[in-house]
């Protein structure tokens, strides 16, 4: 499945679930952040063979350095299992 479906599928599980979905577009930053009851969710899409390219690999880490922490999602059953559980 390409990582634009599955993330079209996520949103739309997302929406229904009561999440605010943000579409981040930025080169090297993940490519949804999802908001809910005071909690940020940020999702990196890709398929299962999917590589990180170094830049986003960059930016996860400075994600990480400000505690927040990127998923790497490689199917839509494991972003929507984080999002119903988070």
Not at 38 to 43: A, L, N
């Amino acid at each position: 499945m390409l990582e634009s479906r599955m993330e079209r599928m996520a949103v739309k599980t997302a929406i229904e679930l009561g999440w605010v979905v943000v579409k981040l577009g930025l080169k090297g930053h993940p490519d949804r952040m999802f908001l809910k009851d005071g909690r940020v969710v940020f999702i990196e899409f890709k398929t299962p063979t999917g590589k990180l390219s170094e830049k986003q690999k960059a930016r996860i880490k400075e994600y990480s350095q400000v505690k927040h922490t990127v998923h790497v999602c490689r199917s839509v059953n494991e972003a929507k299992k984080l999002l119903s559980n988070a």
